[in-house]
């Protein structure tokens, strides 16, 4: 079956970095992409890793090691704002279409 | 960008009734669309993928006579959660990518459901 493990909640304070991590298991692997939701709103898309590596954006980066199924999510310079929950999601072939599947979700708390 | 509209954000309804709720890409088609539902402090579960013209696949344990989806339109999806219960309450979201190979999706708002 599919699982995307996440720790459940994270702790730091503004100007810190922080990472959360992902580990997965799932057929027909994709890509893994990263997402912020803030409390009662929509998901919006972050970074997306294909093949090994780091990518960076801004004062986010993502990390993904195919071999070992685990990728993370690095947030650098805190700020209030980024308080959120973040979710791991395995792009999965899904036949006809892909499809997007979540992690359990992460929660971090900035705290000043 | 793309934008994803989702409507109504809020619906309450009394056990029995059905509720539809619509999801559009306002600025690009749609050939597939997600539906996911949220319980609060948890992770999104994919419901269904809604293929335009053609019938939606439902993910393992998801009732397809409970949740009924339509994909009409290139622009347009409806789920319908028909004969409604207190358990249904649940905040469902929408989704689309701009195709197939696409990485990115685009969420809508979200439709939170109280059924009472």
């Known amino acids: 079956g599919q699982s995307l493990e996440q720790p459940s909640e994270v702790t730091a304070v503004e100007g810190a970095i922080v990472q959360i991590n992902c580990t997965y298991q799932?057929?027909?692997?994709?890509?893994l992409s990263w997402y912020q939701q803030h409390d009662g709103g929509a998901p919006t898309f972050l970074s997306y890793n294909a093949l090994d590596g780091l990518e960076e954006t801004g004062r986010f980066s993502s990390f993904l090691s195919r071999s070992d199924s685990y990728g993370y999510l690095l947030l650098q310079e805190l700020q209030m704002k980024d308080s959120a929950s973040y979710f791991c999601?395995?792009?999965?072939?899904?036949?006809?279409?892909?499809?997007?599947?979540f992690g359990t979700g992460t929660l971090l708390a900035v705290q000043p | 960008g793309a934008v994803v509209s989702q409507h109504p954000s809020r619906v309450i309804c009394k056990s029995g009734t059905s509720v539809k709720i619509e999801c559009r890409s306002l600025?690009?088609?749609?050939?597939?669309m997600f539906w996911y539902r949220q319980f609060p402090k948890q992770s999104l579960m994919l419901m269904a993928t809604s293929n335009e013209g053609s019938k939606a696949t439902y993910e393992q344990g998801v009732e397809k006579d409970k949740f009924l989806i339509n994909h009409a339109s290139l622009t347009l999806s409806t789920l319908t959660v028909t004969s409604a219960h207190p358990e249904d309450s649940s905040f469902y979201i929408c989704?689309?990518?701009?195709?197939?190979?696409?990485?990115?999706?685009?969420f809508g708002q979200g439709t939170r459901l109280t059924v009472v």
């Open positions: 999601a395995v792009i999965e072939y899904g036949g006809a279409t892909n499809k997007l599947i």
């Open positions: 989704s689309a990518s701009k195709g197939y190979g696409k990485t990115e999706a685009f």
């Open positions: 799932t057929s027909g692997f994709y890509g």
């Open positions: 600025d690009f088609q749609a050939t597939t």
